[in-house]
């Protein structure tokens, strides 16, 4: 649980109401834009985890079912490319440093290159000739996509032209949001994210110290009243229009985590397609205000609570990589080192080949099909099994994506997490590690912070580990698992749950709760072959 006191009821709270914000011209469609996330209850909470075309409207699916970020499945298929055009901020956030480039670094704001838009259009027909899954570009920064509306939407103009197939996304604080809008709808971006921290000012003046509005500086509560309403008008505007949305909010430990069950509220009551309460990443040499001031992040139990409570509000997104804002691949890996200008310079004859990537997305949705099968099945299997039915544990499993457990030990840069139990098995997050495997026969440094990652799960499912890893993870309580190697997630995680069951209920293994696992920052995304 969060350890810190609640600040989101505390009197003084400013909310600003539905009423008080400019009257809107249109009647809201909040039921109708999203039929997923109007289902409360736990097992309705979590569309873009893992939702399918049964649990939404067609069209929705239609926009959501390649998009790696707004369905938890298709992050296993696809791959999302931003290209930063963006660099200059209408606001500051006391957790953003654009200065800081690192290319062992995954966060937003982070990039090794700026791009003009004719050099982003180039490198995105480039990325998506070379990697037929990368089905979205999104514009994140460094800065604000909406900060710099030329840069953004003369790239989504010339890709549109060069590459129609493509989805276009924008990530934005949402303070140009409501201005833009008409722009967004123009150029068919069907995706937007708003970074919405919180719905009382006052909490907003402790995480953001200025934003620029009107030609002049504005600070304080000012400051985050305006913010605070130009972003619930923007997204009731883009849910006028049909437009799907996502908000990103940081959970920052002391100042936000009680209040983030208000802000889910309050998007959901207004159209948001999907929540993402992602962790504060702060550390001092990132020059942040929050690393200076040494602010910490949650941990991955406090953010897990805070996720599960604003269960059965908006849909809840927990698969999110905080991606550097030139990112490119499947989320939770980084090539971007492979199409830098250099190497773009030296690629010849880039040739667009939409058939090539239509046959790539046909080839998923059959195996998209066979996933969903094995998960019914095993889950199936799961309700069947009489013994320990009220069992609940967390199991990490090694991938390099496809949905399957795929992935040997000491490879891994990034373990998923799964809720199991009888009637489920749920993706509830990653966790970055450092590759075990430096070369050669491995490296027995990285375990101790392997195991600080994943030392919530009960299981960590791998396609090979070695004898010498293998002790010592049995030895710290997590069970090392290679007998569903190539096997679809799910279904190993439930194959290996049912055992477990068993086990327990005939004496063999005394089930023990574990303890809470650390999220660790900054670790290597580049490192895998
Ligand atoms: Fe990029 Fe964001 Fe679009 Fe995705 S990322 S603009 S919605 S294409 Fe995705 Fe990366 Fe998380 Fe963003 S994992 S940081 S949520
Ligand atoms: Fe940084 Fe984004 Fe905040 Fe601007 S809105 S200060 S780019 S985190």
Not at 96 to 120: F, I
Not at 141 to 151: C, E, F, I, R, T
Not at 431 to 448: F, H, K, S, T
Not at 467 to 489: H, K, N, S, T
């Amino acid at each position: 649980m969060p350890t810190s006191a609640p600040t989101g009821s505390t009197p003084g709270t400013t909310y600003v109401s539905m009423g008080q914000l400019k009257p809107l011209k249109f009647k809201l469609e909040v039921a109708s834009s999203g039929g997923c996330n109007t289902q409360g209850g736990e097992g309705q909470a979590s569309c873009g985890s893992s939702d399918g075309p049964q649990d939404m409207p067609a069209a929705i699916w239609d926009k959501v079912k390649d998009h790696p970020c707004y369905s938890e499945e298709a992050h296993h298929h696809f791959a999302r490319m931003h290209v930063a055009v963006a660099p200059a901020c209408n606001i500051q956030c006391n957790y953003c440093n654009r200065k800081y480039d690192c290319s062992n670094e995954s966060r937003p704001g982070v990039v090794s290159q700026k791009l003009t838009p004719e050099q982003a259009v180039r490198k995105v027909v480039a990325v998506a000739s070379a990697i037929p899954q990368m089905t979205v570009l999104g514009i994140a920064g460094p800065g604000d996509a909406l900060a710099n509306p030329a840069k953004t939407f003369d790239t989504f103009r010339m890709l549109q032209a060069q590459a129609p197939d493509i989805k276009l996304c924008i990530s934005t604080n949402g303070l140009a949001l409501p201005d833009l809008v008409d722009e967004i709808c123009k150029y068919n971006v069907d995706h937007v994210t708003i970074t919405i921290n919180m719905v009382d000012p006052v909490i907003g003046a402790k995480i953001y110290p200025w934003i620029f509005w009107n030609h002049r500086r504005v600070t304080g509560i000012e400051a985050a009243t305006i913010l605070h309403q130009r972003q619930m008008l923007g997204l009731e505007m883009l849910t006028a229009r049909g437009v799907l949305t996502k908000i990103n909010s940081v959970l920052i430990p002391g100042i936000n985590d009680q209040h983030l069950m208000d802000v889910n509220r309050e998007v959901k009551k207004r159209g948001a397609f999907l929540h993402n309460i992602m962790p504060l990443i702060s550390e001092p040499e990132h020059g942040t205000v929050f690393g200076l001031t040494g602010q910490r992040g949650p941990s991955a139990a406090e953010l897990k609570a805070v996720q599960d409570a604003c269960m059965g509000g908006a849909n809840l997104m927990r698969h999110c990589r905080q991606c550097r804002a030139d990112a490119v691949g499947l989320l939770g890996e980084d090539r971007s080192e492979e199409f830098t200008l250099d190497k773009l310079d030296q690629m010849q004859d880039v040739v667009y080949d939409l058939n090539k990537r239509q046959a790539y997305q046909a080839k998923v949705a059959l195996e998209r099909t066979a996933q969903q099968a094995a998960k019914q099945q095993a889950l199936a299997s799961a309700a069947a099994l009489k013994s320990a039915q009220n069992l609940k544990v967390m199991v990490a499993v090694a991938t390099k994506g496809g949905g399957r457990v795929n992935e040997h030990f000491g490879h891994v840069t990034e373990f998923q997490v799964f809720e199991v139990s009888a009637t489920q098995a749920k993706f509830v997050g990653h966790r970055r590690v450092d590759q075990y495997c430096q070369g050669g026969a491995g490296d027995d440094e990285p375990l101790p912070s392997v195991v600080r990652a994943i030392n919530d799960c009960h299981a960590v499912l791998v396609a090979k580990i070695g004898a010498c890893p293998r002790d010592e993870l049995m030895q710290a309580g997590v069970e090392p698992v290679d007998a569903y190697v190539g096997e679809f997630i799910e279904k190993a995680a439930l194959g290996w749950f049912n055992d477990y069951r068993a086990r327990v209920a005939s004496g063999a293994v005394v089930h023990q709760a574990r303890g809470d696992a650390q999220i660790r920052q900054g670790a290597y995304t580049t490192l895998a072959a």
